[in-house]
């Protein structure tokens, strides 16, 4: 996990980006001590509360965050909520219009390490 973690840093995905998958998983999976962690790095790096707080409902904002923005959430939640639908290719589609093939597996690894440390996070009782 630390290396997957090594790697993400390291990749063309803004870090106020990644912090995004982190607290959207997050609250989709109930880590609370991940949520925790991840808005306080989020704030640390300038993002601002308003923000923070309308990440749980950002496809009832309209010019909250950007379209950018707006594609990478709805692959955080399609990936981290599996189970449903998958990342659509509908999504995937409309991800392409922002983000490289190359970028978008980043995006979808990141997803996939944010959900394995809620997963540890919550079982561990942290």
Known sequence: M???EAYLSQT????ALKEFIKIRSSQINGCAYCIDI???DALKNEETNQRI?????WRETDTVFTGE???LLAITEEVTLIHKNGLTDETYEQALKFFTE??????????IVINAWNRI???GHF
């Open 102 to 111: 190359n970028q978008i597996a980043q995006i979808v690894m990141a997803v």
């Open 121 to 123: 996070a919550i079982s």
């Open 53 to 57: 707080f309308l990440l749980m409902v």
């Open 12 to 15: 063309s995905i803004s870090k």
């Open 38 to 40: 991840h808005t306080k």
């Open 2 to 4: 630390l290396g997957l």
């Open 69 to 71: 923005e707006k594609i």
